[in-house]
């Protein structure tokens, strides 16, 4: 992912519409890029800072943001774990219907 990406995908991120290699590349950029780091704290100060101000509550948005960035990916890698674990539930289901298969018809 390169920067113009980055940025185009900064609002689907607060979003939560990245997901999977999109949302890796996006972090992974983010985590290399001071830039691009950078434009994503000033979005998310300006949409969730001026919220936040309108309703008097406190904020620590750096921390936030982290938070953010870390919850995606710690979401995204229990994706992942799922999807395999589902292969592998699928591979065992497929080798003990063969073994029956076997022991009954031979």
């Given at each position: 992912?390169?920067?113009?990406?980055?940025?185009r995908a900064i609002p689907h991120f607060f979003a939560d519409e990245l997901e999977g290699k999109q949302l890796k590349e996006f972090v992974w950029h983010l985590?290399?890029?001071?830039?691009?780091?950078?434009e994503t704290t000033i979005q998310y100060l300006a949409t969730e800072g001026i919220l936040r101000l309108e309703e008097g509550k406190t904020f620590e948005l750096d921390r936030e943001l982290q938070e953010k960035l870390e919850s995606a990916m710690r979401r995204e890698r229990f994706r992942k774990r799922f999807r395999y674990t589902l292969v592998a539930i699928e591979i065992l289901s497929l080798f003990i219907i063969v073994c029956v298969f076997i022991y009954v018809f031979l």
């Open positions: 992912m390169d920067c113009k990406d980055a940025k985590n290399k890029c001071q830039d691009c780091m950078e």
